[in-house]
């Protein structure tokens, strides 16, 4: 997007220049490796443990055709797919595109639950991918329609959620963090400084996801537990600290917080990288920060719904978007990290150099990928209807 160039900066507690560093590669929202790859970051990997098979039994689905049926219905987060890539996919397949939104995986889960038929394509992260394949809310995928996976670096395959990446492949990855104005409150490098921040010279201008993960994630990190904690002392230190922020918010809100950082309604956000990247389009005084202390590192995935009308269609469209000029082209528009090297050259270079969409390892060696955990969610549950309602 315009006027991106430069402007967007990435902060750590690691002493590092930034503008030195590169990576090989939203998820962008995640430099990881593969479980199998030996590196450094193999560990956040490792950390993450190996999961189980599923135990529903899922059933492969009879050999599928090739004749197009004619739609896709994409269930995906809002502003998180290239329309010039839409608008090709529909002129080369000759398909229809129809587009409905999200704003948490929660949410997402919650609609295929109740027994929503209609969509093909889904976007969920890592974790979420898990719960839906023991659910049995997602299609075994017929490889041999997806050439394109090819393209797909190995360290973003055969994660722990997906062994074989059997009902998933990958889109995104990135990172959670705050973002906050330098011209108005001093640097802030950890979650304890947007804590204190947040409740005293930012208070009413102050947003966070309305995210329960994110949130509950993000206050484990800064009093030093697993971003995945579910032990109840820690929870409730927790619920502590959260109601205590409760009264100094503007918003609970995953879509509507670029726009109240650009217009000066909110200083001080937590969110993902990606959307601070937009938000400097029109406020550049905001930086992005990946906390000392720790975060979120995730990554999202395209997925076929176990119920999809159109299921030869929507191969047809993961396999289009695993093109690397295809691929190359979504940054532009969702400012997340894509997880295929080879689109690399397609990708606008502001945006290949910018540590805060491809941040350094000694930043992402301090990240957790969320999990599937299980029961134990219950008790977070809790705090965050508690939360919210406060």
């Not at 950890?190 to 509950?216: M, P, R, Y």
Request: glycine share 6%.
């Amino acid at each position: 997007m315009p006027g991106n160039q430069g402007s967007n900066h990435l902060e750590s507690a690691t002493s590092i220049d930034l503008s030195a560093l590169s990576l090989n590669p939203r998820v962008t929202r995640r430099g990881f490796m593969a479980v199998a790859a030996a590196t450094a970051t193999t560990a956040w990997l490792a950390a993450c443990g190996q999961v189980e098979q599923p135990s529903t039994t899922q059933t492969q689905a009879s050999t599928l055709g090739t004749k197009l049926e004619g739609t896709v219905n994409l269930y995906n987060w809002q502003s998180y797919v290239n329309p010039d890539n839409i608008k090709a996919f529909q002129q080369q397949f000759g398909q229809k595109v129809t587009q409905d939104f999200y704003d948490s995986n929660e949410a997402m889960l919650a609609k295929l639950q109740a027994g929503a038929k209609g969509y093909d394509v889904v976007v969920p992260t890592g974790y979420m991918v898990e719960i839906m394949i023991k659910q049995g809310l997602l299609y075994k995928l017929a490889k041999d329609h997806l050439p394109n996976f090819q393209y797909v670096d190995a360290r973003f395959k055969n994660l722990a959620f997906d062994p074989g990446n059997q009902y998933s492949v990958p889109k995104d990855w990135g990172t959670t963090g705050f973002g906050y104005r330098t011209d108005l409150f001093p640097p802030m490098k950890s979650w304890a400084d947007f804590w204190q921040i947040a409740t005293t010279k930012a208070s009413g201008k102050v947003t966070v996801l309305d995210g329960e993960n994110e949130v509950i994630g993000s206050a484990l990190k800064m009093l030093g537990y697993s971003y995945n904690s579910v032990d109840p002392n820690q929870l409730n230190q927790v619920k502590v600290k959260l109601l205590e922020l409760k009264p100094h918010l503007l918003s609970i809100t995953s879509t509507e917080y670029i726009t109240l950082m650009q217009n000066g309604q909110a200083l001080l956000s937590l969110g993902w990288n990606g959307d601070f990247f937009s938000v400097q389009t029109k406020q550049p005084k905001v930086i992005y920060v990946v906390p000392e202390e720790g975060s979120e590192l995730w990554m999202d995935n395209w997925c076929i719904t176990s119920t999809a009308p159109d299921p030869v269609a929507a191969h047809a469209f993961l396999n289009f978007f695993m093109d690397p000029k295809v691929a190359g082209k979504e940054p532009s528009v969702t400012y997340y990290a894509s997880c295929i090297s080879a689109a690399r050259p397609y990708i606008d270079p502001s945006i290949v150099n910018n540590p805060s969409v491809y941040p350094p390892q000694a930043v992402t060696d301090k990240l957790e990928a969320q999990k599937d955990l299980g029961n134990g969610i219950k008790l977070r549950d809790q705090i965050w209807t508690e939360f919210k309602s406060a």
